[in-house]
């Protein structure tokens, strides 16, 4: 069976991607912060490994740990909402006004400049799979046609990461390797809250269809979880 790769598999949306894909008997490894307080991981078939994003030792460890295996899908999906402890809708440091320059670099530390850093050091290894795909969980709230106010950081971090794969999307050709980036959906999770849209089965059920047909013509790509194009 092919094996995937989930970044942020502990809870929310990665959870979902890591609890489906070993219900349909793939080989899932799961990475997180601290596995020790990741008890929900313990599926048959997911195998479980430590990764700070933000730290490139962390993620060279897991790669050397991982050199000898066959990954076909990459899904690069830990994110966060603020650089502080605010919430969708309700946070100052990224409000107008009250702009905090240190958690919003946080903020793209964690969901710009990691996700790439990850595609780095897990090229070499993902080029060997049969799949050749990077997913990448990006926000709609980066399209810069849709922009609107407030969440400044977080909105500028997924158009960065979503510009970012522009260019990637070229180097990774040589490299055969394809990257599509997905808005999942307003999803109930700790970041989606509880008066999301979708509940994650929901969400993770269309992407994972979705990601089932992806061609490599469509690498590069700004996808809606259930497939349909996002204006840039
Ligand atoms: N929910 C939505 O409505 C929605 C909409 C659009 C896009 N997204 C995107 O979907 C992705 C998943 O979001 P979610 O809703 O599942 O959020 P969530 O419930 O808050 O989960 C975020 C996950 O990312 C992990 N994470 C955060 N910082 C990390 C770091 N530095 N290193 C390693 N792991 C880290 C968290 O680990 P800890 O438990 O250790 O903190 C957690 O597993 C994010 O990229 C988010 O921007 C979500």
């Not at 307080?37 to 790669?63: F, H, R, Y």
């Not at 090229?123 to 969440?151: C, F, Q, Y």
């Not at 929901?202 to 590069?220: H, V």
Request: hydrophobic fraction near 40%; charged fraction near 20%; charge should be positive.
């Amino acid at each position: 069976m092919p094996t995937v790769l989930i970044t942020g598999a502990n809870r929310g949306l990665g959870y979902e991607f890591a609890k489906q894909y070993a219900g349909d008997k793939w080989n899932v490894i799961a990475c997180c912060r601290d596995p020790s307080k990741a008890d929900a991981l313990k599926i048959p078939g997911v195998q479980v490994e430590t990764l700070e994003m933000t730290n490139e030792s962390s993620l060279s460890a897991l790669a050397a740990k991982l050199i000898d295996a066959k990954i076909d899908l990459f899904i690069n999906n830990a994110g966060i909402y603020s650089g502080t402890d605010g919430t969708l809708g309700d946070d100052k440091s990224q409000t107008f006004g009250s702009i905090d320059p240190a958690a919003w670099a946080k903020v793209f530390k964690v969901n710009t400049i990691a996700p790439i850093m990850a595609i780095q050091a897990l090229a070499p290894i993902l080029k060997k799979g049969d799949g050749k795909k990077i997913v990448n969980i990006t926000s709609r709230m980066g399209s810069l046609t849709e922009m609107g106010a407030g969440s400044i950081a977080y909105r500028s971090s997924k158009a960065a990461l979503n510009g970012a794969m522009r260019v990637l999307m070229h180097d990774l050709k040589n490299e055969g390797l394809s990257v599509y980036n997905f808005h999942p959906g307003w999803v109930q999770t700790d970041m989606g809250g509880k008066n999301a849209q979708l509940t994650p089965e929901q969400s993770i059920t269309a992407m994972r269809k979705t990601i089932a047909n992806l061609k490599e013509s469509q690498s590069g790509s700004y996808l809606n979880y259930d497939g349909q194009p996002i204006a840039w």
